[in-house]
C-alpha cells in the first residue's frame, strides 16, 4: 500500500505574548522625581531595580530614569548648598573687614570752657585819719605828727601810700634790761638810740636801700609811763625833707 505523508499547515489557537505588571516602586521612583523627591526618588529605584532584577515585574526603565533623576537632583542641591554656604562667609567676612567697614566719624572737636572771669577784687579802702597815741601803733603804721605830739603823745594816723611824716619801724621792751625802777631819761636814750638804729639798719638792708641816708626818732616812757606800767620803746623812720614817700617795712620807700 502506498502511504504518504502530506503536511499542511497546524491546526488549533495561536499562542498569546503575557503582559508583565509593572513594578508600582519603579513607577513611584519615577514620579517622586519628577516632582522633585530627589532623595525618595534614589531610595524607591534603587528597591525597584532589586525587584525587577529577576524579570518577575517590569517597569526597570522607570526605576533607572527615577533613580538618575533623583541622583542628579541631590547633586544639584548639593552644589546649591555648596555656592551659598560659600558665599555666604566670604559675605560675613567681608562685612567684619576692617577695610571695609565705615569709619568711626571723628569726635568733634570741642573748645575746653572758659574759665569764669573772677570779679576784680575791690580795692581796700583808704585808712582814715585819726587821731591815736604814739604808744598804740605797730611797725608798719604811717602817721603824721602835730606840733603838739610831743607833749600830747598823740599822731594822726595816714596811708603810708601818700606823702607822711613818719613810719613806726619796730617796738622794743626795755623791762629785761632794766627791771622795775626807773633807769632815767639818758639811760632810756641811749637803750632806744641803740635799739633804733640797728631796727633801722635791719630794715632797711631788708628793702636793698642804703641806712645812711634814713633817719629815725623813737618815744621811749617817761617817768610818769613808767609808774604806770610802761616799758617799750618805738622806733619811727622820720623824713629829713619834710615827707616820707611809700613804706620802709613794706620794702616800697621811695622818698624820704
Not at 596811708?159 to 623791762?175: I, L, Q, T
Request: proline residues 8%.
Amino acid at each position: 500500500m502506498d502511504t504518504r505523508h502530506r503536511t499542511g499547515p497546524a491546526t488549533g489557537a495561536p499562542p498569546q505574548l503575557l503582559r508583565r505588571p509593572t513594578d508600582p516602586f519603579a513607577v513611584a521612583a519615577f514620579v517622586t522625581a519628577l516632582v522633585g523627591g530627589s532623595l525618595l526618588s534614589v531610595v524607591l529605584g534603587a528597591l525597584a531595580l532589586h525587584r525587577t532584577r529577576g524579570g518577575s515585574a517590569g517597569g526597570r526603565g522607570l526605576a533607572v530614569a527615577g533613580l538618575v533623576l533623583g541622583a542628579l537632583e541631590v547633586l544639584a542641591g548639593l552644589v546649591v548648598a555648596v555656592v551659598v554656604v560659600v558665599t555666604g562667609v566670604g559675605t560675613s567676612l567681608a562685612a567684619q573687614s576692617p577695610a571695609q567697614s565705615p569709619a568711626a566719624p571723628a569726635p568733634a572737636a570741642t573748645a575746653p570752657p572758659a574759665e569764669p572771669v573772677q570779679p576784680a577784687e575791690p580795692a581796700a579802702p583808704a585808712p582814715v585819719p585819726q587821731e591815736r597815741l604814739i604808744d598804740d601803733l605797730v611797725p608798719g603804721d604811717c602817721y603824721d605828727e602835730r606840733a603838739d605830739s610831743l607833749d600830747t603823745g598823740t599822731v594822726v594816723t595816714a596811708d603810708c601810700a601818700v606823702p607822711h611824716s613818719g613810719e613806726v619801724v619796730a617796738v622794743h621792751s626795755v623791762a629785761g634790761t632794766f627791771h622795775d625802777f626807773f633807769p632815767g631819761d639818758e639811760a632810756l636814750q641811749a637803750e632806744a638810740d641803740a635799739r633804733c638804729s640797728e631796727a633801722v639798719a635791719a630794715a632797711a638792708e631788708a628793702a636793698e636801700l642804703d641806712a645812711s641816708g634814713l633817719k629815725y626818732s623813737y618815744y621811749h616812757p617817761t617817768e610818769a609811763n613808767w609808774e604806770a606800767g610802761s616799758r617799750l620803746v618805738q622806733c619811727n623812720l622820720v623824713s629829713s625833707t619834710g615827707s616820707l614817700g611809700g613804706s620802709l617795712n613794706a620794702g616800697n620807700l621811695h622818698s624820704w
